[in-house]
């Protein structure tokens, strides 16, 4: 059974576009985030987001938004779509509402391109 | 704000010998420290991390790492490594606050094992 899935894993679009990306964990974890891998491998983290709290990091522009319709879920939708938006998106969850000092488990990645 | 530094970009290890991998840290309290391993095209894996108590930490895969306060550093070690290790490996300190109660992460260190 996978832990963290997301769909799809390529997408390939065009800029100025909207699209979604898809996350489910099925660990029942409480807390869940999105992190951007970009070109030269630099993880940083965009959102964390509990059943509580959205804590957003202040540098993501505010086109990157996370939607979560239930605990197990957490989407990451993005608005007007720009070049330096093509990166890998990685989601990951923890158990508890303490993310800095837990084992966060990560999804295999979406490749986004922005043509 | 936290920040970690993994001085080297890649590393050359022949199978069978052992390995070091540096990370150094930023943080103004204890911090919370974790390793993670990413396979080409996969998600990144928890191979250890530090919490507390005894500063030398064992991992999956046969690899430990060491926590030293005093170099602010926390060291990842292999006795031998073999060709599946080829991978690229990250440190990471999680830390409360200050953007996303998430994991900061190094740049990555790419893994390479000449046969």
């Known amino acids: 059974d996978t832990a963290v899935s997301q769909t799809p894993k390529y997408l390939v679009t065009q800029m100025g576009n909207d699209k979604s990306i898809k996350c489910e964990q099925n660990l029942g974890h409480d807390t869940m985030y999105w992190y951007k891998q970009d070109s030269k491998k630099f993880l940083k983290i965009m959102f964390s987001?509990?059943?509580?709290?959205?804590?957003i990091n202040e540098t993501v522009p505010n086109r990157f938004s996370p939607k979560s319709p239930d605990k197990a879920h957490l989407n990451l939708h993005i608005n007007s779509l720009e070049l330096g938006d093509s990166a890998v998106y990685f989601c990951?969850?923890?158990?508890?509402?303490?993310?800095?000092?837990?084992?966060?488990?990560f999804g295999p990645g979406t490749r986004l391109l922005v043509l | 704000a936290q920040s970690v530094t993994q001085p080297d970009i890649h590393i050359t290890v022949s199978e069978g010998a052992s390995l070091e991998l540096r990370c150094n840290y930023s943080y103004g309290a204890t911090p919370y420290l974790f390793w993670y391993v990413q396979s080409p095209g996969q998600g990144l894996q928890l191979l250890l991390k530090y919490f507390s108590g005894d500063t030398l930490v064992q991992g999956i895969k046969g690899f430990e790492a060491e926590f030293k306060r005093s170099q602010s550093s926390f060291n990842l070690r292999k006795p031998s490594v073999h060709w599946s290790d080829a991978a690229e490996y990250f440190c990471?300190?999680?830390?409360?606050?200050?953007?996303?109660?998430?994991?900061?992460f190094g740049k990555g260190t790419h893994l390479i094992i000449q046969p």
């Open positions: 990951a969850s923890s158990e508890g509402l303490a993310g800095y000092q837990e084992t966060q488990y």
């Open positions: 990471a300190v999680g830390a409360h606050g200050g953007g996303a109660d998430g994991l900061t």
């Open positions: 987001y509990n059943n509580k709290e959205l804590i």
